[in-house]
């Protein structure tokens, strides 16, 4: 292809046959022309040998690889890897069912799209790029995905504005690049919730706690439920389904108490074993007694870079023990992780050093992970960033 040329540094192609997607810019020796940042450029070997095809970024991250072979990044590219994405999520019993119209359609590195991310609500998708080079194939992309989903997508709203690099100064404005909807309701295993995609966090909702939250439901049965950090409440309806006596959500957002009570309304309206608090996380588990029986801890990232880790780690410790010291005897914690660079030993250690602090004795029951349709690809380890433990507490 008549890409410009970058050429790595002796030996640094190790890491690309083992197909890792990521070039670093202190792997390159030479880059032939000028490339734009999200221009589309050809990697060789110090000996002129192709490796890789991929978008160009000014960073520590300098090529994102979009294909091991010499081949056109173009429309048809776009259509082919939307397709195999589609068609992986209808495999997994996710896309195409009755009860269900949201789930995560491409998953960056994980569908072999580094920089990409799109969630389908009902007939809506929201992209984000997380690349220039994704940001500058928008519209193309935009297309492929209507030619590949038919019907089942009638809007693309773009939501990039501060998941771009902002050094790049590219003025992404958040909207509608096709069509245009204000129906903002979708489905999840058969619970309704709005999503907002204007300007929630993510794309709108966290797809991601989709099963996390279907195994919340077969133990909330006759308990006490405190879900703290719990953004649009997710986990909120899904334990009132399962039964629950009582449901208290928490979070420090005003805004994200209006949007849990507007879910729970949709699913069980006028239900008074639910309500809601606009509090500070530690404030409130300082403050509580011992009536909960179930407690779910989802907070934001911690750390969104090593540099953050020690502090991120101290937070999760602080944050379990106090749970751990105020559950009652025979109740489940469901602790969660959502740090890329927090380790899944990382949080393991925070969160058995809590329940050593408490002195109590705690079990794993189940160790969680992001769903099948946030995939890890086995080449980019770094993609597996949600981790999760279900705990009994004695």
Request: aromatic letters at 12%; hydrophobic letters at 40%.
């Amino acid at each position: 292809m008549n890409y410009k040329k970058v050429y790595l540094k002796p030996g640094k192609e190790e890491s690309l046959k083992r197909f890792h997607p990521w070039i670093f810019s202190g792997a390159i020796h030479h880059i032939e022309g000028e490339p734009e940042e999200g221009e589309v450029v050809s990697v060789y070997t110090s000996k002129k040998e192709f490796v890789a095809v991929g978008h160009f970024q000014v960073g520590s991250i300098a090529v994102r690889v979009l294909s091991f072979h010499d081949e056109a990044i173009d429309y048809a590219f776009w259509r082919r890897k939307l397709q195999t994405a589609y068609d992986l999520r209808r495999a997994i019993g996710i896309a195409g069912r009755a009860d269900n119209n949201t789930y995560r359609l491409v998953h960056g590195e994980g569908d072999n799209l580094p920089g990409l991310v799109v969630d389908i609500y009902a007939n809506t998708a929201v992209m984000q790029a997380h690349s220039v080079g994704m940001h500058v194939s928008r519209m193309a992309i935009a297309d492929a995905l209507s030619d590949v989903m038919g019907d089942v997508v009638r809007n693309v709203y773009y939501k990039s504005e501060t998941t771009l690099p902002y050094k790049a100064e590219l003025e992404a404005e958040n909207g509608f690049i096709k069509g245009g909807s204000t129906d903002n309701v979708a489905m999840e295993y058969g619970l309704k919730f709005h999503v907002d995609w204007l300007k929630g966090q993510k794309t709108g909702f966290f797809v991601d706690q989709r099963e996390n939250r279907a195994l919340l439901e077969r133990y909330a049965k006759g308990r006490n439920v405190l879900n703290m950090f719990c953004y649009t409440g997710g986990f909120s309806f899904y334990a009132m389904r399962g039964g629950a006596n009582l449901v208290h959500s928490v979070d420090s957002s005003a805004k994200a108490i209006d949007l849990t009570n507007e879910n729970v309304a949709l699913n069980f309206p006028d239900d008074s074993r639910h309500e809601a608090f606009a509090e500070d996380a530690f404030k409130y588990l300082d403050r509580m007694g011992d009536q909960y029986d179930l407690i779910i801890l989802d907070p934001p990232a911690f750390a969104k870079h090593k540099d953050a880790l020690r502090n991120a780690l101290q937070g999760y410790r602080k944050l379990n023990a106090k749970a751990f010291e105020k559950i009652r005897p025979g109740g489940i914690l469901f602790t969660f992780s959502c740090s890329q660079v927090v380790t899944k030993d990382n949080f393991r250690t925070a969160v058995f050093t809590a329940a050593a602090m408490s002195g109590r004795s705690v079990r794993i029951l189940h160790q969680l992970t992001q769903p099948a349709d946030h995939p890890v690809n086995i080449y980019h380890p770094e993609g597996e960033y949600l981790k999760g433990l279900v705990l009994y507490v004695e």
